[in-house]
Protein backbone atom coordinates (compact mmCIF):
# COMPACT_ATOMS: atom_id res chain seq x y z
CA UNK A 1 0.00 0.00 0.00
CA UNK A 2 1.67 2.43 0.18
CA UNK A 3 0.53 1.42 -0.57
CA UNK A 4 0.05 1.86 -3.17
CA UNK A 5 0.23 5.11 -3.17
CA UNK A 6 0.86 2.62 -5.48
CA UNK A 7 -2.76 2.86 -7.15
CA UNK A 8 -3.79 6.64 -7.26
CA UNK A 9 -6.71 6.93 -9.51
CA UNK A 10 -5.09 8.79 -12.15
CA UNK A 11 -2.61 6.62 -13.54
CA UNK A 12 -5.37 3.93 -14.04
CA UNK A 13 -6.44 6.27 -17.07
CA UNK A 14 -3.02 7.12 -19.04
CA UNK A 15 -4.54 8.48 -22.04
CA UNK A 16 -3.89 6.12 -25.39
CA UNK A 17 -1.95 9.05 -27.17
CA UNK A 18 0.52 9.89 -24.30
CA UNK A 19 1.06 6.16 -24.10
CA UNK A 20 1.84 5.79 -27.76
CA UNK A 21 3.89 8.62 -27.71
CA UNK A 22 6.16 6.97 -24.83
CA UNK A 23 6.35 3.94 -27.06
CA UNK A 24 7.42 5.84 -30.19
CA UNK A 25 10.33 7.83 -28.13
CA UNK A 26 11.64 5.17 -26.29
CA UNK A 27 14.26 2.71 -27.60
CA UNK A 28 14.36 -0.51 -27.92
CA UNK A 29 17.58 -1.12 -25.78
CA UNK A 30 15.91 1.82 -23.42
CA UNK A 31 13.33 -0.55 -22.47
CA UNK A 32 15.16 -3.70 -22.27
CA UNK A 33 16.77 -1.78 -18.90
CA UNK A 34 14.13 0.68 -17.85
CA UNK A 35 11.25 -2.23 -17.79
CA UNK A 36 13.49 -4.35 -15.29
CA UNK A 37 14.20 -1.25 -13.19
CA UNK A 38 10.81 0.06 -13.04
CA UNK A 39 9.71 -3.50 -11.55
CA UNK A 40 12.51 -3.67 -9.19
CA UNK A 41 11.33 -0.27 -8.05
CA UNK A 42 7.49 -1.16 -7.15
CA UNK A 43 8.79 -4.91 -5.87
CA UNK A 44 11.18 -3.66 -3.69
CA UNK A 45 10.22 -0.05 -2.73
CA UNK A 46 6.71 -0.67 -1.84
CA UNK A 47 7.20 -3.50 0.03
CA UNK A 48 10.11 -1.89 2.23
CA UNK A 49 7.73 0.76 3.19
CA UNK A 50 6.07 -1.15 5.80
CA UNK A 51 9.20 -1.43 7.65
CA UNK A 52 10.26 1.84 6.86
CA UNK A 53 6.95 3.33 7.78
CA UNK A 54 7.86 1.37 11.53
CA UNK A 55 11.18 3.22 11.65
CA UNK A 56 8.78 6.48 10.92
CA UNK A 57 6.32 5.92 13.36
CA UNK A 58 9.11 5.51 16.30
CA UNK A 59 10.08 9.36 16.18
CA UNK A 60 7.28 10.70 14.72
CA UNK A 61 3.26 11.01 15.72
CA UNK A 62 1.71 8.74 12.63
CA UNK A 63 -0.59 10.66 11.16
CA UNK A 64 1.31 14.13 11.65
CA UNK A 65 4.42 12.22 10.06
CA UNK A 66 2.79 11.15 7.16
CA UNK A 67 1.02 14.34 6.58
CA UNK A 68 4.56 15.88 6.47
CA UNK A 69 5.49 13.31 4.37
CA UNK A 70 2.86 13.38 1.74
CA UNK A 71 2.80 17.45 1.65
CA UNK A 72 6.42 17.16 0.60
CA UNK A 73 5.94 14.16 -2.09
CA UNK A 74 2.81 16.34 -3.55
CA UNK A 75 4.43 19.24 -3.76
CA UNK A 76 7.33 17.76 -5.38
CA UNK A 77 5.23 16.03 -8.02
CA UNK A 78 3.00 19.37 -8.45
CA UNK A 79 5.99 21.52 -9.22
CA UNK A 80 7.46 18.59 -11.41
CA UNK A 81 4.18 18.05 -13.43
CA UNK A 82 3.87 21.62 -14.09
CA UNK A 83 7.16 21.94 -15.30
CA UNK A 84 6.70 18.87 -17.53
CA UNK A 85 3.57 20.70 -19.03
CA UNK A 86 0.64 20.23 -16.55
CA UNK A 87 -2.11 22.14 -15.67
CA UNK A 88 -2.77 22.84 -12.21
CA UNK A 89 -6.41 20.56 -11.14
CA UNK A 90 -10.11 22.60 -12.00
CA UNK A 91 -11.62 22.71 -9.00
CA UNK A 92 -13.97 19.98 -9.96
CA UNK A 93 -10.63 17.56 -9.86
CA UNK A 94 -9.29 19.01 -6.66
CA UNK A 95 -12.60 17.67 -5.01
CA UNK A 96 -11.93 14.09 -6.88
CA UNK A 97 -8.42 14.20 -5.94
CA UNK A 98 -9.45 14.88 -1.72
CA UNK A 99 -12.14 12.14 -1.70
CA UNK A 100 -9.25 9.57 -3.26
CA UNK A 101 -6.46 10.90 -1.78
CA UNK A 102 -8.23 11.23 2.07
CA UNK A 103 -9.56 7.29 1.11
CA UNK A 104 -6.26 5.98 0.37
CA UNK A 105 -3.83 8.08 2.05
CA UNK A 106 -5.52 8.68 5.16
CA UNK A 107 -8.02 5.64 5.63
CA UNK A 108 -4.89 3.50 4.21
CA UNK A 109 -1.66 4.41 5.04
CA UNK A 110 -2.68 6.60 7.82
CA UNK A 111 -4.70 3.76 9.48
CA UNK A 112 -1.39 1.55 9.02
CA UNK A 113 1.14 3.45 10.50
CA UNK A 114 -0.94 3.99 13.67
CA UNK A 115 -1.58 0.22 13.75
CA UNK A 116 2.30 0.16 14.05
CA UNK A 117 2.87 2.48 16.33
CA UNK A 118 0.67 0.68 18.64
CA UNK A 119 2.59 -2.74 18.11
CA UNK A 120 1.39 -4.43 15.08
CA UNK A 121 4.60 -5.52 12.94
CA UNK A 122 5.32 -4.54 9.82
CA UNK A 123 5.62 -8.19 8.42
CA UNK A 124 2.31 -8.68 9.67
CA UNK A 125 0.62 -5.76 8.56
CA UNK A 126 2.00 -6.12 5.11
CA UNK A 127 0.55 -9.91 4.97
CA UNK A 128 -2.79 -8.63 6.22
CA UNK A 129 -2.40 -5.50 3.52
CA UNK A 130 -2.02 -8.16 0.66
CA UNK A 131 -5.74 -9.03 1.16
CA UNK A 132 -6.50 -5.73 -0.56
CA UNK A 133 -7.41 -6.92 -4.14
CA UNK A 134 -9.61 -8.88 -2.79
CA UNK A 135 -11.92 -6.23 -1.60
CA UNK A 136 -11.12 -4.07 -4.52
CA UNK A 137 -13.10 -7.21 -6.23
CA UNK A 138 -15.69 -6.77 -3.85
CA UNK A 139 -15.97 -3.10 -3.69
CA UNK A 140 -16.12 -3.33 -8.14
CA UNK A 141 -19.57 -5.25 -7.15
CA UNK A 142 -21.31 -3.02 -5.55
CA UNK A 143 -20.99 -0.39 -8.78
CA UNK A 144 -22.49 -2.84 -11.57
CA UNK A 145 -19.14 -5.40 -12.03
CA UNK A 146 -20.09 -8.54 -9.70
CA UNK A 147 -17.59 -11.49 -8.88
CA UNK A 148 -17.29 -14.41 -11.31
CA UNK A 149 -17.52 -17.81 -9.45
CA UNK A 150 -13.52 -17.54 -9.48
CA UNK A 151 -13.36 -14.51 -7.74
CA UNK A 152 -15.94 -15.50 -5.41
CA UNK A 153 -13.32 -18.38 -4.46
CA UNK A 154 -10.51 -16.01 -4.32
CA UNK A 155 -12.66 -13.67 -1.99
CA UNK A 156 -13.64 -16.79 0.46
CA UNK A 157 -9.81 -18.47 0.48
CA UNK A 158 -8.49 -14.31 0.91
CA UNK A 159 -10.57 -13.64 3.77
CA UNK A 160 -10.11 -17.20 5.51
CA UNK A 161 -6.75 -16.41 5.25
CA UNK A 162 -7.21 -13.03 7.74
CA UNK A 163 -9.40 -14.90 9.99
CA UNK A 164 -6.40 -17.45 10.44
CA UNK A 165 -4.20 -14.15 10.91
CA UNK A 166 -6.29 -12.85 13.57
CA UNK A 167 -5.30 -15.40 15.70
CA UNK A 168 -1.39 -14.29 15.47
CA UNK A 169 0.34 -12.97 18.62
CA UNK A 170 0.46 -9.19 17.84
CA UNK A 171 -3.35 -9.27 16.99
CA UNK A 172 -4.15 -11.98 19.30
CA UNK A 173 -3.57 -9.26 22.06
CA UNK A 174 -4.20 -6.08 19.92
CA UNK A 175 -7.80 -5.77 19.06
CA UNK A 176 -8.00 -2.39 18.01
CA UNK A 177 -4.44 -2.80 15.81
CA UNK A 178 -6.48 -5.69 14.12
CA UNK A 179 -9.16 -3.37 13.41
CA UNK A 180 -7.27 -0.60 11.98
CA UNK A 181 -5.34 -3.33 9.75
CA UNK A 182 -8.29 -5.06 8.77
CA UNK A 183 -9.86 -1.43 7.39
CA UNK A 184 -6.83 0.28 5.93
CA UNK A 185 -7.34 -2.34 2.84
CA UNK A 186 -10.99 -1.86 2.80
CA UNK A 187 -10.59 1.74 2.05
CA UNK A 188 -8.05 1.60 0.25
CA UNK A 189 -9.64 -0.67 -2.53
CA UNK A 190 -12.71 1.36 -2.28
CA UNK A 191 -11.24 4.24 -2.95
CA UNK A 192 -9.30 2.65 -5.74
CA UNK A 193 -12.65 1.95 -7.32
CA UNK A 194 -13.98 5.16 -6.53
CA UNK A 195 -11.15 7.30 -8.37
CA UNK A 196 -12.64 5.60 -12.01
CA UNK A 197 -15.68 7.35 -10.81
CA UNK A 198 -14.88 11.02 -10.20
CA UNK A 199 -12.83 13.63 -11.85
CA UNK A 200 -9.27 13.86 -11.32
CA UNK A 201 -6.46 15.22 -12.93
CA UNK A 202 -4.02 13.12 -15.32
CA UNK A 203 -1.21 11.25 -14.61
CA UNK A 204 1.33 12.49 -12.06
CA UNK A 205 -0.16 15.82 -10.87
CA UNK A 206 -3.33 12.90 -9.99
CA UNK A 207 -1.00 11.35 -7.25
CA UNK A 208 0.23 15.41 -6.27
CA UNK A 209 -3.11 16.98 -5.58
CA UNK A 210 -4.61 13.52 -3.44
CA UNK A 211 -0.89 13.72 -1.35
CA UNK A 212 -1.80 17.55 -0.70
CA UNK A 213 -5.58 17.31 -0.38
CA UNK A 214 -4.63 14.24 2.04
CA UNK A 215 -1.84 15.70 3.88
CA UNK A 216 -3.94 18.46 6.10
CA UNK A 217 -6.68 15.98 6.69
CA UNK A 218 -3.65 13.91 8.54
CA UNK A 219 -2.60 16.74 10.26
CA UNK A 220 -6.09 17.82 11.84
CA UNK A 221 -6.58 13.90 12.53
CA UNK A 222 -3.74 14.00 14.35
CA UNK A 223 -4.02 16.81 15.95
CA UNK A 224 -7.84 15.63 17.21
CA UNK A 225 -6.10 12.51 18.38
CA UNK A 226 -3.31 14.12 20.38
CA UNK A 227 -0.34 13.38 18.58
CA UNK A 228 2.98 15.70 19.89
CA UNK A 229 6.51 15.48 19.71
CA UNK A 230 7.68 14.42 22.72
CA UNK A 231 11.28 14.40 21.71
CA UNK A 232 13.20 15.60 18.94
CA UNK A 233 13.29 12.94 16.05
CA UNK A 234 16.20 10.84 15.81
CA UNK A 235 18.39 10.36 12.51
CA UNK A 236 16.75 7.38 12.00
CA UNK A 237 13.28 8.65 11.78
CA UNK A 238 14.42 11.88 9.38
CA UNK A 239 15.87 8.73 7.29
CA UNK A 240 12.54 7.19 7.27
CA UNK A 241 10.60 10.21 6.35
CA UNK A 242 13.19 10.97 3.61
CA UNK A 243 12.95 7.26 2.15
CA UNK A 244 9.42 7.52 2.24
CA UNK A 245 8.92 10.83 1.01
CA UNK A 246 11.40 10.03 -2.61
CA UNK A 247 11.51 6.53 -2.64
CA UNK A 248 8.39 5.39 -1.99
CA UNK A 249 5.60 8.41 -3.16
CA UNK A 250 7.92 9.55 -5.93
CA UNK A 251 10.49 7.06 -7.65
CA UNK A 252 8.11 4.18 -7.18
CA UNK A 253 5.01 5.77 -8.23
CA UNK A 254 7.08 7.24 -11.25
CA UNK A 255 8.07 3.68 -12.14
CA UNK A 256 4.40 2.17 -11.58
CA UNK A 257 3.39 4.80 -13.84
CA UNK A 258 5.90 3.79 -16.20
CA UNK A 259 5.01 0.46 -16.21
CA UNK A 260 1.06 1.03 -16.83
CA UNK A 261 2.42 2.77 -20.15
CA UNK A 262 4.47 0.28 -21.61
CA UNK A 263 3.65 -3.52 -20.25
CA UNK A 264 0.42 -5.29 -19.79
CA UNK A 265 -1.44 -4.42 -17.13
CA UNK A 266 -0.92 -7.88 -15.40
CA UNK A 267 2.75 -7.54 -15.10
CA UNK A 268 2.33 -3.90 -13.91
CA UNK A 269 0.33 -4.91 -11.05
CA UNK A 270 2.15 -8.08 -10.20
CA UNK A 271 3.63 -6.09 -6.89
CA UNK A 272 0.64 -7.24 -5.46
CA UNK A 273 2.11 -10.95 -5.07
CA UNK A 274 5.97 -9.76 -4.19
CA UNK A 275 5.37 -7.33 -1.87
CA UNK A 276 4.12 -8.99 0.92
CA UNK A 277 6.96 -11.35 0.50
CA UNK A 278 9.64 -8.52 0.70
CA UNK A 279 7.83 -6.72 3.42
CA UNK A 280 7.99 -9.84 5.71
CA UNK A 281 11.37 -10.79 4.93
CA UNK A 282 12.59 -7.37 5.77
CA UNK A 283 10.56 -7.43 9.05
CA UNK A 284 11.73 -10.97 9.86
CA UNK A 285 15.61 -9.97 9.10
CA UNK A 286 16.32 -6.10 9.57
CA UNK A 287 13.29 -5.57 11.52
CA UNK A 288 13.95 -8.71 14.12
CA UNK A 289 10.35 -9.23 13.96
CA UNK A 290 8.83 -12.91 14.74
CA UNK A 291 5.93 -14.44 13.23
CA UNK A 292 3.73 -17.14 14.26
CA UNK A 293 2.51 -20.65 12.59
CA UNK A 294 -0.62 -18.31 11.87
CA UNK A 295 1.15 -15.77 9.76
CA UNK A 296 2.67 -18.52 7.52
CA UNK A 297 -0.31 -20.09 6.62
CA UNK A 298 -2.29 -17.18 6.18
CA UNK A 299 0.21 -15.74 4.08
CA UNK A 300 -0.23 -18.17 1.48
CA UNK A 301 -3.97 -17.98 1.72
CA UNK A 302 -4.27 -14.78 0.97
CA UNK A 303 -1.80 -14.89 -2.06
CA UNK A 304 -3.58 -17.54 -3.39
CA UNK A 305 -7.13 -15.72 -2.98
CA UNK A 306 -5.40 -12.67 -4.90
CA UNK A 307 -4.22 -14.93 -7.96
CA UNK A 308 -7.94 -16.51 -7.86
CA UNK A 309 -9.51 -12.97 -7.85
CA UNK A 310 -6.88 -11.71 -10.96
CA UNK A 311 -7.71 -14.72 -13.14
CA UNK A 312 -11.48 -14.40 -12.86
CA UNK A 313 -11.22 -11.24 -13.52
CA UNK A 314 -8.71 -11.53 -16.36
CA UNK A 315 -11.34 -14.64 -17.91
CA UNK A 316 -14.54 -12.04 -17.82
Known sequence: ????????????RIRPDRMRTAEKTETPLARRWLVPAALGAVYVIWGSTYLALRYLV????????????????GAILYVWSQRRGSTGPTAIEWRGAAQVGVLLLVGGVGLVATAEQIGVGSALAATA???MPVWTALWSGLFGRWPTRLEWAGLVVGLGGVLVLSGEGDFAGNPAGMALIVT???????????????AMPKGMMSS????LAASPVLFGLGVVRGERFDHAPALSGWLALAYLTLLGSVIAYTAYVYLLQTVRPALATSYAYVNPLVAVVLGVTIGGEALSGEAYVALPLILGGVGLVAVGRQRS
Open 184 to 198: APILWSFGSVWSGRV
Open 1 to 12: MVGREHGGGGAD
Open 208 to 211: AAQM
Open 129 to 131: IAV
Open 58 to 73: EEFPPLIGNAIRFLSA
